[in-house]
Structure formats: C-alpha cells, structure tokens
C-alpha cells in the first residue's frame, strides 16, 4: 500500500506563484509513477500533471504547459507542483495519485491510478 498526503493549497491571486507537495509513504522503494489531478466545482476530475517513477519524464495537460513543473525528491519520497502565472480556471481541489508499484507509463485516465491523496483546495481569486 502507498500513502499519499497533499500540502500547500490555499488562496491567491491571478498571477501569483504556489508549490504544491505530496509526501508518499509506504511501497515506493523502487519508485512509482505519480501524478496531480485537479477537480473544480461541478466538473470532472482532470489529469495536470504526471512525472515517472525516476522523474525523468513528465506529461502536462496542455492549458498548464509552459507554466506548471512536476518534479520529484526521492530522498524525501515528495513530488511537487510548481505552478506559476495562476489564474481563475486554476481554481479547484488538487489530488496527487500514484499508480501501483512496477507500472511504467503516465497516464491521463484517473481510473489508472491506485493510490490517491485526500485533496487540497487551491483557490485563485482576486
């Protein structure tokens, strides 16, 4: 089992800059693909940002690219979500999500991913 905690949401304003943590914990000695989800109000659950089990690849959706960095600390089993130039369609509870141990690939669908964190809001408002 991996365990999957979320820190930093809050609120900004457009423009502003937030880093988003997720600390794992349990089977990821070898690693394991993780990704950022994002929900807003009466929406589906959307794939932002995915990096592999060596953080060596990412794939972005493509309204985030050029603006958000997934990244990946092994020695302190995080990821992190770098998010810069925020605006209002940013707005919504972000989930990390990690696939199971052994599996390869990022993928978009949530329906792939095994372990999911609780969620945190990120509000942008002016």
């Known amino acids: 089992q991996v365990q999957l905690v979320e820190s930093g949401g809050r609120l900004v304003q457009p423009g502003d800059s937030l880093t988003l943590s997720c600390a794992a914990s349990?089977?990821?000695?070898?690693?394991?693909?993780m990704a950022w989800f994002r929900q807003a109000s009466g929406k589906e659950r959307e794939f932002v940002a995915g990096?592999?089990?060596?953080?060596?690849?990412?794939l972005y959706l493509d309204s985030v690219k050029g603006r958000f960095t997934a990244s990946k600390d092994d020695a302190k089993n995080t990821m992190y979500l770098q998010m810069n130039s925020l605006n209002f369609e940013d707005t919504g509870v972000y989930y990390c999500?990690?696939?199971?141990?052994?599996?390869?690939?990022?993928?978009?669908?949530?329906?792939?991913?095994?372990?999911w964190g609780q969620g945190i809001q990120v509000t942008v408002s002016s």
């Open positions: 990096i592999s089990r060596g953080g060596t690849a990412t």
């Open positions: 999500a990690g696939r199971r141990p052994g599996v390869l690939s990022i993928l978009r669908g949530p329906s792939s991913y095994d372990y």
């Open positions: 349990g089977r990821t000695d070898n690693g394991i693909v």
